[in-house]
């Protein structure tokens, strides 16, 4: 028989890849200022590059997945992110631009993201694990342990060794992916659906139903992001908390409460109703919101950012539950889709919260405010799905 504890084992592994990519780079940024005198507009750029590389790779995904094969292309996931890791540590260095060499590695890497994320998700929706929305919920909680790995260890490193130790940090963290490889290349991998029956892209674009699992994955996307990537600056603002405090208190904090909500979903998911805890999490989002952008209480607008991380942890993987329950047949195209609709979402929602607190004199609080908007739009879109659902049993 199969051992499908090794194709999860590979999966996780995966995600925590993925989390090491999208988090390590950001912890530098500071020291590729200082160090190679590259200005903090160019710097911004890097966190560019890496989510519109996994914009494009998504739609390659759509395209080309099937053709190339799962464990083919699940292994060059691996392998881009293990040598983009590597490429950080020593291209700024040897070639003549170091910017140029840092946007390669991203670059490199971010392939690998791009691939993982699209990738991962149906091979373990493909397993015949028994309850397959609390397995999903429960891979996803490994990028938020992850996230919360490699921003403590990374920070712990620096500070035994100093910051000039990053790039034997860097190497370090490729030693996962490279590992993993392995891993992918030998476990069991089940296609999602039977070769030249899943959906295509005009065929999932031509169901209505469709487009409200992707506004659904949107404004997961934005509820999440919005949040994660300016907690640490509203630690900061609210608390004048230093930088590396600031990480630990913001971001790192929202991905632990993050992962324990995967966690929760992930051991009593059969004894829960995924759209009521969808429901009950898009609540909860906007009350932490509420908190962040109304409360003069720094303690209370603090605890609004760590609370939203477990309101928002059960929104990406539900969604995928979700769409793969509606949609039986839609293969890779409807996971790449998903996955592009995702990064879409933490994509601009990060932008528009920073676009209003910029408009409003650096307060970020009316940021926080207007980034209230995903949350209600996505209890819309639940609110939508739960009626369908009721009509179609």
Known sequence: MPDYKKTKLACYLGFITQAIAAN????????????????????ALISTVFFF???????FCAKFVD??????????????????????????????????GILISVTVYAVGCGLIEVLVS?????????????????????YCWGSVGTIVLSTLFFKLFGMDSWRWVAVLWSVIPAANILNFATCPIVPIVEEGKGMGIRQLGKRPLFWVSICLMICAGASELAMAQW?????????????????????????????????????????????KFMLGSGALCVVCYLMASISDNPVIGLAGCILCGFSVGIMW?????????????????????????????GSI????????????????RIGMGVGLIFPLVLILMLIILSRTAVRNE
């Open 67 to 100: 053709r190339i094969g799962y464990r083919i292309s699940i292994i060059v996931s691996e392998a881009c992110s293990a040598a983009g890791l590597v490429g950080l540590a020593f291209l700024p260095d040897i070639i003549p631009n170091a910017f140029s």
């Open 24 to 43: 390590f780079a950001p912890l530098l940024f500071l020291k590729f200022h200082k160090d190679y005198g590259i200005s903090l507009g160019n710097i």
């Open 122 to 142: 149906p091979i373990i929706e493909a397993c015949p694990f028994e309850n397959k929305e609390a397995t999903m919920s429960l891979l996803h909680s490994f």
């Open 317 to 345: 993987p539900g969604t995928i539950s979700i769409s793969s329950k509606k949609f039986p047949a839609g293969g890779t195209a409807m996971f790449a889709l998903l996955a592009m609709a995702g990064d879409l979402g």
């Open 231 to 275: 907690a640490s600056a509203y630690a900061e603002a609210a608390l004048g908390l230093s930088k590396a405090l600031g990480d630990l208190t913001g971001p790192c904090m929202f991905a632990v409460t993050m992962g324990i909500s995967r966690i929760i979903f992930g051991k009593y998911g059969e004894k829960l109703d995924l759209m």
């Open 349 to 364: 929602g990060p932008a528009i919260v920073g676009r209003i607190t910029q408009y409003a004199g650096d307060d970020i």
């Open 53 to 59: 590389t996994q914009l494009l790779v998504d739609l």
